[in-house]
């Protein structure tokens, strides 16, 4: 049996019709950058997801590069972040001459560790971009009381977690500010580049909307150096499209992640743990495997197909070598890094791919 890793054409066949009809409406009404299409899409995911204001934005990185703006982050400034993690989630802060500061992660969630934060902090520090990494949130209540002891803007990169929820809240509106990425193989994925920008914050919201188009609040009128992270209307139109059906994408995530939990029975496989302060919407199933490598081997040649996310912690990438990082200082993202290996998930998977799944594992 094939079992693909990710497979995005039985979810775009699905909602073809629909999704070709609302692009020729936006054609015909040349809606192409900003305008009702975007704006429609920003009420709905308010709406749906608990929002106060959503801003579209052109990719997942633009709002990231927005909030470091936002939060004041600078030259001189010490922001820390995770080091497991896509590298977009650092962009932002050495987009604006800050310093990104590498911290561990936790061994069972591999969410960035509240207590690493606490030991990183010095007077340099401005801020932290916390990932909600494979649609599992951070601990957040912890790391929100060390901002605010210390006075620290905080970012939530919720990239891959739209529409998690973290004791209740939705995740974005915990910290400072929150970012989403809707590129086309996210739980929301958009026909192109997307993303969002939210805020529990009105100044900061206003803001970002100002650093959207220009730094300019009017025509010709530029109060800042700002950027161009408008949405475009073929991209607000898809998500539109595509939204009312997340609640549902998202239930058969969490069915999958939970046959792989129940079935899954190796004394050798570390199996993701979830907070039971955090809900995941499950953008990823990884697990942590000593011969990760080999581990691959057999389930390709079973059919199955899998991925590495990520096989290089961030803190040891050639851009940030002059940080001077050394092989051994993060100790857990670097374990994770080298044994980690993600199993297909997405909403089309059938059942009996599921077990194919569970069963090439379990007899490996």
Known sequence: MKVPFLDLKPQHQALRTEILAALAATYDATRFCLGK?????????????????????????????????????????????????????????????????????????????????????????????????FGQPARMDEIMALARQHKLFVVEDCAQAVGAQYRGQPVGLIGDCGTFSFYPTKNLGACGEGGAFVSRHAAVMDHAQLLRVHGSPKRYTHTEVGFNFRMDGFQGAVLNAKLPHLAAWTARRRTIAGKYLAGIRRPDVQLPVISADGESVWHQFTLLHPSRDALRVHLDKAGVGTEIIYPGPMHRQPCYASLGYQPGSLPVAESASARCVSLPLFPELTDAQVDHVIQSINSF
């Open 37 to 133: 299409d975007v704006d429609d899409f920003e009420k709905s995911f308010s709406t749906l997801l608990g929002y106060p204001r959503t801003l579209g934005m052109n990719s997942g990185t633009s709002p990231l590069h927005a909030a470091s703006v936002c939060g004041g982050f600078g030259p001189g400034d010490e922001i820390i972040t995770t080091p497991f993690t896509f590298a977009s989630s650092c962009w932002g802060i050495s987009y604006v001459g800050a310093t990104p500061v590498f911290v561990d992660i936790e061994p069972d969630t591999w969410c960035i560790s509240p207590a690493a934060i606490a030991r990183a902090i010095t007077p340099r520090t401005k801020g932290i971009v916390v990932v909600h990494i």
